[in-house]
């Protein structure tokens, strides 16, 4: 029988366990007011990351949906990486602003300064960067960019729970950070994302985000309240809370264990197109550049290893198709490869995918 190694997998133990059964048998799964548990993972992650607020919500989507609604970009254009989740794009859109994608730095599949430096125009209202695969952008660089050209800074994290830009934690320096805690995610729920705020405005901020993230409500008072504007279902549920206050305490070591699976990869992969190793990255998952893809996929499937690929280009999307090529990304593109990276996998494991890795280019 062939031994499946899969590519993504969460980390979970008997404290999760106990927890879901307290949550259960509490009878009190999930509240729009942001109480219990959720209000207890904002406050844990808000000191961890070391920001000035956190508001949880039920997924990265809804992180980068609010996060952007805070500021008016109907008509306005915001510059992303093409080479990311179709949420990195939809957000712009669900909010009237256009997405006008820039291509990625070769080494680091992040976006090019450079490139979006071309791309700014008197439209330009956000620049909104991916930490790709858990390697921060370069934020000195896209900081300065900002600044010099009067734009917000909002960092799209769902990659980068736990890493750090010149040892300050990703989510500690942007006015706004969107993290994801989807099962996959570094830090693992069953449903969950999460805004920091880090702006003299973060009390406002988090006041008008609450609201927004359970339909508008707002001043509520025992069993009366108002809506003065529009919001969305997108409230954190008590179950997901639960499971991120106990992946919050391990989170730490298991981007460790991440980090030597990648030197590992980094070291024993006979490649050169390989991911490589930046301080500060949380290491979401490793990725390597093959030229027979689509066969090297199907072996490494045949010998019970799991692989991905992350992503198809949004830019080449039916919804978003534009005619100007993104050098680098549709290059990145036709050979990129996701390769399993998750504490679960063990010394042993990490040999028999670098040796039908190699096997098999």
């Given amino acids: 029988m062939v031994k499946k190694i899969k590519l ?6 008997k404290e999760e366990s106990k927890k879901i059964i307290q949550v259960l048998k509490s009878g009190f799964w999930a509240s729009g007011s942001g ?7 904002e406050e844990k992650f808000q000191q961890y990351i070391g920001s000035k607020s956190c508001v949880a919500v039920n997924s990265g989507t809804a992180a980068l949906h609010l996060a952007l609604s805070l500021s008016d970009i109907k008509g306005k254009e915001v510059i992303l990486p093409s080479l990311s989740f179709v949420s990195t794009a939809h957000s712009i859109v669900y909010n009237g602003g256009k997405p ?15 490139k979006v430096i071309e791309k700014i125009s008197n439209k330009t209202k956000i620049i909104l960067p991916v930490h790709f695969a858990g390697i921060p952008a370069n934020l000195t660089k896209l ?12 960092d799209d994290a ?4 736990g890493a750090s830009y010149k040892n300050k934690k990703i989510g500690s320096i942007n006015e706004f950070t969107c993290f994801s805690f989807h099962p996959v995610k570094n830090l693992a729920m069953p449903t969950g994302g999460l805004i920091s705020i880090n702006n003299k405005n973060f009390e406002k901020n988090k006041k008008q985000l609450e609201s927004k993230r359970w339909c508008g409500i707002t001043d509520r008072k025992n069993v009366k309240y108002d809506v003065k504007e529009i919001g969305w279902n997108y409230y954190m549920n008590e179950f997901s809370a639960a499971i991120g206050l106990v992946q919050l305490k391990k989170l730490d070591s298991m981007n460790k264990r991440k980090k030597i699976i990648s030197k590992m990869y980094h070291k024993e992969i006979n490649l050169d197109n390989k991911m490589p190793i930046e301080d500060g990255s949380s290491h979401h998952f490793y990725w390597i550049r093959v030229k ?27 919804l978003y198709k534009q005619k100007e090529r993104l050098t680098v990304t549709e290059n990145i593109e036709k050979e990129i490869v996701s390769i399993p990276n998750h504490p679960n996998l063990k010394t042993n494991d990490v040999e028999f995918i670098v040796k039908n890795i190699n096997k098999f280019l």
């Fill in 158 to 161: 769902a990659h980068a729970c």
């Fill in 8 to 13: 993504f997998e969460p980390i979970i133990g």
């Fill in 35 to 41: 109480i219990g548990n959720v209000k207890s993972f």
């Fill in 100 to 114: 006008v994608f820039a291509d990625i730095d070769p080494k680091t599949l992040c976006i090019d300064p450079e």
């Fill in 292 to 318: 027979n893809r689509d066969k090297f996929m199907q072996n490494m499937q045949n010998v019970g290893i799991e692989t991905g690929i992350h992503y198809r280009p949004i830019h080449k999307l039916s």
């Fill in 143 to 154: 900081k300065k960019i900002s600044k010099d050209h009067n734009l917000i800074l909002i």
